[in-house]
Every structure is written in structure tokens, then in C-alpha cells.
């Protein structure tokens, strides 16, 4: 494979995608313009939203595929309403989701090599899931306190990784990246006012997520930072222009970035 930018030729890039509730369909437009651009890309690594877009990525499906996928998701095929315990939703349905669009299940039989973050609420420390079953890692990397009920796993409680490592660079590096590719989500907090306890609580989860961001997206090579102006993190309604807002962030980052010659 050969990129259309040269400086890509013979690199291995790797894609750290950050989290963002919905605001994570960025992700599949920012997939779409690599794809155009011809980006050979050797590894990805995925928090919350950046993990479930990230992990049907690596697994062979196209950008213009998840673009499909995308527009036809909902609310009910990744969680339902859940009995109070640590979280009003349980993200069971997200297994089935997986099952739908993944021919295997495991993360060390991917065709991209890839990482999943969480965070092991007992131990209060962060967990990269780069083997074992897929519909675990990502509904622990989606877990977000008090909105979805967490995974207990091997004596842990794993959570939402976005708590510690909302966009993971890092985990790129151990898988020898070359040059690292950070996708960062900025959602509109001023024009966002939550209308119910979960939107305030999510609300409340994204500001520090966004806050730990700016750590990690220090040692990425390139960044994609994007500016989701009005759009709600908890409404699918905007995913179309999710889409198309990460897709021309994206070109103008790759292209016009000025570390690439």
C-alpha cells in the first residue's frame, strides 16, 4: 500500500482514537479521509467511542462500510435501561452488536493490531486490553460511571478508560508505531445543557475526560483535534454531521500539517 502522502510511505503509523459518547462517529469520518488519503495504518488503539469505532476498523471493515453502520445505530442497539446497580444502563446489547459486524471475537486475531483501554475502578488503575474477547474489552472501555453499569472481570470493576487515558498514545508506542496519529474529540460544553440526571453525569465525565486529554496528545506526532461546536454527545440524531465534520477536520490535518513535507 502506498499513501498519497509520501511522508506515510513506509512508516508504521498508528491511530489513537479518544472518547466522546457519540461525538465518537468523528471517528468514522476521520477513518474515511486515511482511507482516501491511502494511509497504511499498522495499529490502533481506542478509548470509550475510540474503541468500539476503532476495534470494527481493525477487525477489515472499510470507513465507507462503518459509515453505514453508523447511520443506522441507536441507543438501543448498544444498551438498555438496567436495574441501579453502579449504572442505570447495561451495555449487553453491545455484545450483540459486535457479534453482528466481527467474524472473530478476539482481539489478537484482529487483522490490525489493537488496544482498548479501561480503568479497574478497585485498583484505580488503567487496564490496555491488547488480547482476549472483544464485547468485554470494549464494553469496559465504554463504561462510563454512573451511566453504564461496569464490567466485573478477575476481581476488577473496569470503568470507562477515558478516566485516566482518554486518548491512548502510549499503548501505540509498545506496538513500535512510528509515527502516531491522535484523534481528540472537543465537544461544545457551552451550548450543551444537559436535560436529565444521565446527560449530567455524562456531561460532568467528558469535562475531566477532555481535561486528561491534552497529556497523552503530547506525544502523539499528528494531531486531529475536533471541534464539535453545538452537537449533543448523547443524541444520535447528529451523526451524519458528526461524520462529515471529523472527515474535513481530518484532510485538513493530514494534509496541511506542517510536520509533513
Given amino acids: ?65 462503518l459509515k453505514r453502520i453508523a447511520l443506522s445505530t441507536h441507543w438501543g442497539l448498544l444498551a438498555k435501561p438496567s436495574l441501579p446497580r453502579r449504572g442505570i444502563f447495561s451495555t449487553e446489547p453491545m455484545e450483540t452488536f459486535l457479534k453482528k459486524y466481527l467474524n472473530d471475537l478476539y ?5 490490525i493490531p489493537f488496544s482498548a483501554v479501561a480503568v479497574d475502578a478497585v485498583e484505580g488503575k488503567e487496564i490496555i486490553f491488547h488480547e482476549g474477547y472483544i464485547p468485554t474489552a470494549i464494553r469496559a472501555s465504554c463504561a462510563i460511571p454512573g451511566i453504564f453499569r461496569p464490567i466485573e472481570q478477575d476481581n476488577m470493576l473496569l470503568i470507562d478508560g477515558g478516566i485516566m487515558d ?3 498514545v502510549t499503548p501505540l508506542k509498545h506496538l513500535d508505531a512510528d509515527i502516531v496519529i491522535a484523534v481528540c474529540i472537543t465537544p461544545g460544553f457551552s451550548s450543551w445543557n444537559p436535560r436529565n440526571t444521565p446527560e449530567l453525569i455524562m ?32 443524541d444520535f440524531k447528529g451523526s451524519a454531521e458528526l461524520i462529515e465534520i471529523g472527515y474535513k477536520t481530518a484532510m485538513r490535518s493530514l494534509k496541511d500539517n506542517p510536520i509533513i513535507p
Fill in 107 to 111: 482481539i489478537q486475531n484482529l487483522k
Fill in 1 to 65: 500500500m502506498y499513501s498519497n502522502l509520501p511522508f506515510f510511505r513506509n512508516r508504521k503509523i498508528g491511530l489513537a482514537l479518544g472518547g466522546g459518547a457519540i461525538l465518537g462517529m468523528c471517528h468514522v469520518g476521520v477513518l474515511q479521509a486515511v482511507d482516501e488519503l491511502d494511509i497504511p495504518v499498522s495499529c490502533i488503539s481506542g478509548t470509550s467511542a475510540g474503541a468500539l469505532v476503532g476495534v470494527l476498523y481493525a477487525s477489515g471493515i472499510t470507513s465507507s462500510q
Fill in 166 to 168: 482518554n486518548v491512548p
Fill in 203 to 234: 456531561k460532568s465525565f467528558l469535562l475531566a475526560q477532555h481535561a486528561n486529554s491534552k497529556r497523552e496528545m503530547s506525544h502523539a506526532d499528528i494531531i486531529i483535534d475536533i471541534d464539535t461546536k453545538k452537537i449533543s454527545p448523547a
